[in-house]
């Protein structure tokens, strides 16, 4: 073959390469996951549809045939299950642990499926899976029916957002294809899910183990005349309504690489944006107007949700990280207060009261579950009385947050409606959550300007303020040591106040028990006045257990730089218990007395703290000898510092 040919036949490949590409860009992408009890054959279907849809190459059939030979559960059979079983415990087990993705197409649609586990200990999983998808596979095994993992998955789907569900009742070979177990499982599942809120429910007899109904009709189900799976998925019309809502623009990036160029990067979370269109910053309400729109190979008259662009505005307007560009005419919402559905992903249970890291498309702020208004029983969908939420719960929650955030509701836009919430000392995700609507006292509460200041009350008293926050176990001589140092900062004509645990219990804290949430909010509530102390100029001494360090943490982050001095007053447990000033550790340990710190709730011992005081062998005078050295070292540095001699 001559040179010329050869060259004739490699753009003629190059061309039809681009044409497939052309193609496959054309197609619209549905998102939907699989989800279910147990062994009800999610793995096993999204493998079949691999299959059959031809996005297996030779050789990983020829491993999937090995993988079948050992680790398989259908006999000679292949078992699709494994091609999306990759971890090699699930395929040690059999069971599904993680969210696994796969991406497939036919010559209608493109499709990204997510896998989700069936185990009610993985239902956080799920939760993942299900919050970028538009469809739900319900699969359900026709030997067992509608089980409580199935209304679990349902409801949770429902909660996310989807409207859109397939009943997949699996394995009806294993009944004969009887049409009699199939209506009974489809009306029971239709009788729970009345409340739900889903736009449709398609059911479907299939066996994904054999291909019955999932790209094929079956000759053994005569009496069922519906759509097979990939006909239905193919066909069925969601929401594609991403780019008729509200346009938001969660601006990611402020791009200023010279002086002659400033633009605004980000993904369109919805609704269009075309050149000269008004556009309003969320917070501050300050508008202006698009002059261009730069992406990726030049300039657009027009993008859409979904794209990565660069907007360019025609005035100076102030737009940052974590803000947002709008419509003019449909504003989000803008406040520190909400209310939220929280599905709770976390070993160590939500406790309101507790800080935590909120975090949304762009923005983050510190946030406080103010009140955990009931938990949602997730296999009748009854509202129940509850205190904390616990890992794979689901709450509604009311939420502060420490500065504004802009937001629309989930039920308008998926996108600028959901958070996560982080835990701010392992930074883990630790739950997800679902807007409902603002809370109105946020819009009617704004912070009230004082024309006398903390420097002014402070210098008044010719002192500089401070929090000595002392924690320990009971027993361990912090209100002794506490008492002493405020006698001796008094005597030196100091102006103090201390905040006592079993003082603050009698009064303020009167309603709280020991429970761990009632110990974060006991905490929440000292920090609070403490730090209204500090603002009048106070050396305020807290003396309190406060056996969590995420609460503690919490307190210092109320205070001013350099405010907040913990003193950890470190005394054995052994010792402490042979103390028992109170008596109260020989309760404990005779289960008297529950929630006790040290016995059957833990203490968080602080890593850090500003001053450590070993108190083994040494007396409470000497104890308080170094809390007042450590003070005048602190305030002899300061003048140095405000004097302009640097520290």
Not at 603 to 617: M, R
């Amino acid at each position: 073959m001559s040179m010329r040919h050869l060259l004739a036949k490699s753009l003629a490949a190059t061309d039809s390469i681009r044409e497939y590409m052309a193609a496959q860009e054309k197609k619209s992408l549905l998102r939907f996951l699989t989800c279910g009890s147990v062994d009800d054959g999610k793995s096993t279907l999204i493998g079949r549809l691999l299959s059959d849809t031809k996005q297996i190459f030779e050789d990983q059939l020829a491993a999937l045939e090995r993988d079948s030979r050992k680790h398989g559960t259908t006999g000679d059979d292949i078992d699709f299950a494994l091609l999306v079983d990759g971890l090699e415990a699930e395929r040690e087990q059999g069971i599904t642990i993680d969210v696994a993705y796969r991406f497939f197409a036919t010559p209608k649609r493109k499709f990204i499926v997510a896998d989700t586990p069936g185990h009610e200990q993985y239902t956080r999983n799920m939760a993942t899976g299900a919050s970028t998808a538009d469809l739900a596979i319900v699969l359900i095994d026709a030997r067992q029916g509608v089980l409580r993992q199935t209304r679990r998955h349902s409801i949770i789907a429902s909660l996310l957002g989807i409207r859109h569900i397939v009943l997949a009742v699996n394995k009806i070979d294993l009944v004969g294809f009887d049409h009699g177990v199939f209506d009974r499982i489809v009306e029971d599942y239709r009788q729970f899910s009345q409340e739900l809120g889903f736009q449709t429910i398609v059911p479907i007899p299939m066996s994904a183990r054999y291909g019955d109904n999932v790209t094929g009709r079956s000759d053994k189900t005569k009496w069922y005349s519906g759509p097979t799976l990939i006909e239905h998925l193919e066909n069925v019309s969601v929401d594609e309504a991403a780019a008729e809502l509200p346009f938001r623009f969660p601006v990611q990036y402020v791009n200023r690489p010279n002086l002659d160029f400033r633009g605004f990067a980000g993904t369109i979370a919805s609704g269009t944006v075309a050149q000269g269109d008004e556009v309003v910053v969320a917070k501050s309400g300050k508008s202006s107007r698009v002059r261009r729109i730069v992406a990726h190979g030049g300039d657009l008259s027009q993008a859409v949700a979904g794209q990565a662009i660069t907007l360019v505005l025609d005035d100076e307007v102030e737009v940052s990280r974590g803000n947002m560009l709008v419509s003019p005419a449909a504003r989000p919402q803008v406040a520190d207060q909400f209310a939220a559905n929280i599905v709770w992903f976390d070993e160590h249970a939500l406790l309101p009261g507790r800080s935590y890291i909120l975090r949304t498309e762009t923005d983050q702020t510190s946030a406080t579950v103010t009140d955990l208004k009931y938990r949602v029983n997730v296999n009748d969908f009854a509202h129940e009385a509850a205190k904390s939420l616990e890992m794979n719960e689901v709450g509604i929650c009311n939420i502060s947050t420490r500065s504004p955030i802009a937001f629309d509701t989930f039920a308008e836009n998926r996108t600028t409606g959901a958070f996560i919430l982080i835990d701010r000392i392992t930074n883990a995700t630790v739950g997800a959550g679902m807007i409902l609507h603002s809370l109105r006292r946020a819009e009617n509460i704004h912070w009230q300007s004082l024309d006398v200041g903390k420097h002014g009350r402070s210098d008044l008293k010719n002192q500089r303020p401070a929090v000595f926050w002392f924690t320990g176990l009971s027993g361990s001589g912090k209100s002794t040591i506490a008492n002493l140092f405020e006698k001796k900062l008094f005597a030196s004509g100091r102006h103090t106040y201390i905040l006592d645990g079993d003082n603050v219990r009698h009064g303020l804290n009167r309603d709280l028990g020991f429970t761990d949430a009632d110990r974060v909010e006991n905490i929440r509530r000292v920090a609070e006045v403490a730090r209204l102390m500090a603002d009048a100029g106070l050396i305020v001494i807290v003396s309190f257990i406060s056996p969590f360090s995420a609460e503690r943490r919490m307190a210092r982050e109320l205070m001013a730089d350099g405010e907040f001095i913990e003193v950890f007053v470190d005394t054995p447990f052994e010792e402490c218990a042979r103390r028992d000033p109170k008596g109260l550790y020989a309760r404990a340990l005779n289960g008297e007395i529950k929630n006790f710190t040290g016995v059957d709730s833990p203490y968080e011992a602080p890593e850090k703290p500003e001053i450590h005081l070993k108190t083994l062998g040494k007396s409470a005078e000497e104890m308080v000898e170094a809390l007042e050295l450590w003070l005048n070292e602190r305030d002899i540095a300061e003048d140095q510092y405000d004097n302009g001699g640097g520290i």
